[in-house]
């Protein structure tokens, strides 16, 4: 559980600069020796989540939004032993969790498909937000990962979207209508769906920032950004306050420390100590919900033929990492054409991984997997071996593409678009498989 001074600590984020008769959207609405007000904003009802604090989660305005609400979020321990079905997506409270081999959401294990948008969080219209989640539902989409972060060293111009400045050797993160509100919506939207919610918290890449925005901030190097401790102050600071938002969400999945973490060149202890540390201050701020590193699943002898993507150069261990207490399953990814292997190797990738999780008793996610062209025919193969492979409990194809109020989301070349063949045969065919296989 997560202490009462830590959690007054997160109140006072949270009712920093709020002016509105009602609370806002996960802000503090009860508890101990508090005096602010208790009646959440339409939509929202007032949550127990200890006795010093309460929190303004979705619900139901006919709820009450009074600290005297005593309805706390559990997670059963009463869990059917057959994989359930993906096409149920009804709005729950209770948390994901894993049950050996298995994930479980809404209580039961089962294997679960879903999709990655960077984009989604960055978007500014609340019904295209809706129309996303609402077309994953209808389609049986179950897990949408997010990027969590969008990091600039120089602020945009009007109307665009940043969560965090970085510049001269200070973060100052945006909390604005510009800024994690529009991560709120992602999740309040989520919830209303029933989707789950993975969301990262910084990339590897210098896409929307990443470790090269902190470097450009607070010096240092790709790979000595893992052991800098300025930039690490910062980053724990931007986790801290993303975690207080949503600490309380059914629609969290998982807290991820990173996409794609690599350390060229590194001794594997560099991203051991740094996965093992962070996933440990995650979890002191946030102990219900699940977390993972986000890594390519690089660096295994387990069924290895000795190629780049099984090799340890870029400073990984799969097997090592994945022994963490505090990192709850597995992730891998899979891009046969940016490694130099074939389409075919992805297979064996899939089931050594598998594998390995099942050698490490704890589930693994088929994180990232895409192609550029023939998404059926090089795809599909890889759904289907991850879902017959013991260790692997679900996956989620790179990316999820739909048509929005400004046209089609975005397109790095991997995407597929809802209601289109490669959807048809990539998500339809493959839900339904699932829903066989349970």
């Known amino acids: 559980m997560i202490s009462a001074t830590i959690m007054r600590s997160l109140s006072c984020l949270l009712l920093a600069g709020l002016a509105t008769a009602a609370v806002s959207p996960y802000g503090q609405c009860g508890g101990k020796n508090y005096s602010g007000d ?34 706390k979020t559990t997670t059963s321990t009463t869990l059917s032993t057959s994989r359930t079905t993906t096409s149920s997506a009804a709005t729950s409270t209770a948390f994901v969790g894993t049950k050996g081999l298995e994930f479980t959401i809404d209580e039961q294990p089962g294997y679960f498909a879903g999709s990655n948008s960077y984009w989604i969080g960055f978007l500014t219209n609340n019904d295209d937000v809706d129309l996303v989640f609402s077309h994953m539902k209808e389609s049986g989409l179950r897990i949408l990962r997010v990027w969590g972060f969008n990091d600039v060293n120089t602020i945009p111009g009007e109307g665009t979207v940043y969560y965090q400045l970085l510049k001269d050797g200070t973060a100052t993160i945006n909390t604005g209508t510009n800024g994690l509100q529009r991560l709120d919506y992602v999740v309040k939207s989520a919830e209303s769906h029933g989707i789950k919610l993975i969301i990262n918290f910084v990339n590897n890449w210098s896409d ?64 051991y100590n740094w996965i093992k540390s962070t996933s440990a201050y995650i979890k002191s701020l946030d102990s219900k919900h699940l977390v993972c590193t986000g890594d390519e699943g690089f660096g295994l002898d387990v069924q290895s033929d000795g190629s780049y993507p099984y090799a340890y150069s870029e400073g990984l261990n799969f097997t090592m990492n994945l022994d963490i207490d505090d990192i709850d399953f597995g992730t891998f990814h899979l891009y046969p054409s940016s490694w130099g292997t074939t389409n075919d190797w992805g297979n064996g990738w899939v089931e050594s991984h598998g594998a390995a999780c099942a050698n490490a008793g704890k589930p693994c996610l088929f994180e990232e997997y895409g192609v550029t062209s023939d998404h059926c025919s090089i795809e599909a193969p890889w759904q289907k071996t991850a879902l017959s492979q013991e260790g692997v409990s679900g996956d989620l194809y790179w990316q999820y593409g739909d048509t929005l109020s400004t046209g089609q989301s975005p397109d790095d070349g991997n995407t597929f678009y809802y209601g289109t063949d490669e959807f048809e045969c990539l998500v339809t065919d493959h839900v339904a498989d699932i829903q066989s296989a349970s």
Request: charged share 10%; glycine share 8%; aromatic share 14%.
């Open 38 to 71: 208790t009646s959440c904003q339409s939509g929202y009802v007032c949550q127990y989540q200890n006795d010093y604090y309460s929190q303004c989660v979705v619900g139901s305005d006919s709820s009450s939004s009074s600290t005297s609400t005593t309805t």
């Open 208 to 271: 929307y920032g990443g470790i090269a925005a902190y470097v450009t901030a607070f010096g240092g190097s790709q790979t000595s950004w893992f052991t800098n401790d300025a930039a690490q102050t910062a980053y724990r600071n931007y986790i801290k306050a993303v975690i207080s938002r949503y600490s309380s969400s059914s629609a969290i999945f998982a807290w991820e420390l990173a996409n794609e973490p690599r350390c060229n060149g590194c001794d594997t202890s560099v991203l």
